[in-house]
């Protein structure tokens, strides 16, 4: 990532975004999920919860071989330089766990599980879906899944995989996912790949949240023709994340807001 430009799609975002609580949108589906999920200030009980895991995770000082799956190659990183360093922060996390909550999805599906922080995030507001994840970093993954028994997440199912590999037979067995958080590898032909993919089961009350859209300039083209899509009815760009939605009997309408 270029700090600069970077700072650049930020400063960009904030004088071209939506400052508002809801207020001035069109769309009523927007405006509720606006006020009711984006804006929701009340503290849940699980927040403090997966927060003193992150703090331990911050602190813990195990080397993993970590695989890059851009360059193939192991290298090695601490258990809190990754915590530090690749998850998502508490504020988002939370996001994704006011939108599952909402969404009462049957099926989740995550790629990217890292540590398993956002997963929790999820698994937790909707217990009785069913929470599939992906990571193929071997020694990452055996930690989430330490993390999944710590809080008794019986709900999650943690694939141990390359996504580029392991996507096309996954969908096959879990055959219609509701909530879809992509958050693996931040690139434009991952992410356009893994989009078009998941796509083949798209329905109306489907959810898709991609992480990082405006990580790069790349990740921001990419977001670009995510939203052209047919099948995408609403998005929201919140700068962190982009949010889809896809049911045909709303007004097509595209957001960017602050968050
Ligand atoms: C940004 S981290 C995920 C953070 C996590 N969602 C959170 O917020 O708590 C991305 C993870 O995706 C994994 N990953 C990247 N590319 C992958 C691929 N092709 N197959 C499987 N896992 C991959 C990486 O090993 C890394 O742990």
């Given at each position: 990532m270029n700090r600069l430009n970077y700072l650049g799609r930020l400063l960009k975002h904030i004088f071209t975004a939506r400052h508002t609580l809801g207020f001035g949108v069109h769309s009523p589906y927007i405006f509720c999920f606006t006020r009711f999920v984006l804006y929701e200030k009340n503290p849940f009980?699980?927040?403090?919860?997966?927060?003193?895991?992150?703090?331990?995770?911050?602190?813990?000082?195990?080397?993993?071989?970590?695989?890059?799956?851009?360059?193939?190659?192991?290298?090695?990183?601490?258990?809190?330089?990754?915590?530090?360093?690749?998850?998502?922060?508490?504020?988002?996390g939370q996001l994704l766990f006011r939108m599952v909550r909402e969404a009462k999805p049957a099926?989740?599906?995550?790629?990217?599980?890292?540590?398993?922080?956002?997963?929790?995030?999820?698994?937790?507001?909707?217990?009785?879906?069913k929470c599939y994840t992906v990571e193929g970093c071997p020694q990452i993954a055996s930690i989430a899944s330490d993390n999944f028994?710590?809080?008794?997440?019986?709900?999650?199912?943690?694939?141990?995989?390359?996504?580029?590999?392991?996507?096309?037979?996954l969908l096959t067995e879990i055959e219609r996912p509701d909530f879809v958080f992509i958050d693996a590898n931040h690139t434009s032909d991952a992410l356009l790949r893994y989009f078009e993919i998941i796509m083949s089961k798209v329905h109306n009350d489907m959810v898709i949240v991609i992480d990082d859209i405006?990580?790069?300039?790349?990740?921001?083209?990419?977001?670009?023709?995510?939203?052209?899509?047919?099948?995408?009815?609403?998005?929201?760009?919140?700068?962190?994340?982009?949010?889809?939605?896809?049911?045909?009997?709303?007004?097509?309408?595209?957001?960017?807001?602050?968050?």
């Open positions: 009980y699980v927040y403090a919860e997966i927060e003193r895991l992150r703090r331990e995770l911050e602190n813990d000082r195990r080397v993993l071989q970590v695989t890059d799956f851009g360059t193939g190659k192991n290298r090695q990183s601490s258990v809190a330089s990754i915590a530090r360093k690749s998850l998502n922060s508490s504020k988002y099926v989740i599906l995550e790629l990217g599980t890292s540590l398993g922080i956002s997963t929790a995030y999820m698994a937790m507001a909707c217990t009785h879906a028994l710590k809080f008794g997440l019986d709900n999650v199912r943690l694939r141990r995989m390359n996504i580029d590999e392991g996507l096309v037979p405006n990580w790069s300039d790349d990740m921001q083209e990419a977001w670009q023709q995510i939203k052209r899509h047919p099948n995408v009815i609403n998005s929201l760009d919140i700068f962190g994340f982009g949010i889809l939605f896809f049911n045909p009997e709303r007004n097509k309408m595209h957001y960017k807001m602050i968050f």
